[in-house]
């Protein structure tokens, strides 16, 4: 027996696309995304047309009984800001000051604790910045982004649609 399965129409669709700010777009991914650990991503339920961010380990399977597009994702092994990017000039040499000053080859947290020592709202400032680079990298012509994401809807509609499958071109 087969099981039908109400989605939103495009129309509404693009209701939901057009009201996202970049923000909205990157934030759920970054919440819920784990350096190393968990692979954190956007998505809109096509059944709600909710957007939310799930995260996802290595060899975890996604859920199944759902079905979502990608809006945007950060993969567990990137990391999705440098440092560079992250400190204006003055802060960063205050930074490469601060990271020499401790003799420890490494300190995951040194960024947290410059951002600590400096009253930078790490987080805030780390959204922003995903936020600037995808309105810059996917959203500068809005229609083709649009088009992609209309695209996915449709993929995703038809039968035996997994959004996390790998097809040879995207290998």
């Not at 809109?44 to 060899?59: A, K, P, S």
């Not at 199944?64 to 999705?80: A, F, G, Q, R």
């Amino acid at each position: 027996m087969e099981e039908i399965v109400e989605v939103i129409g495009v129309e509404h669709l693009k209701t939901v696309l057009s009201n996202l700010t970049p923000e909205d777009i990157v934030k759920p991914a970054y919440d819920n995304w784990l350096n190393g650990i968990k692979t954190g991503h956007t998505v809109l339920n096509l059944e709600t047309g909710n957007v939310y961010g799930i995260g996802i380990e290595l060899n975890q399977l996604p859920f199944v009984d759902e079905i979502y597009i990608e809006l945007y994702t950060i993969k567990s092994h990137e990391n999705p800001i440098d440092e560079r990017d992250f400190f204006s000039p003055r802060e960063y040499e205050e930074f490469l000051e601060f990271s020499s000053d401790d003799p420890c080859e490494y300190i995951p947290d040194i960024i947290t604790d410059f951002c600590e020592k400096k009253g930078i709202d790490e987080y805030e400032r780390s959204i922003g910045i995903l936020a600037y680079n995808f309105e810059k990298e996917h959203q500068s012509n809005y229609n083709i982004w649009e088009s992609k994401v209309i695209n996915k809807y449709y993929d995703a509609i038809y039968e035996d649609h997994n959004p996390f499958k790998f097809s040879q071109s995207s290998l």
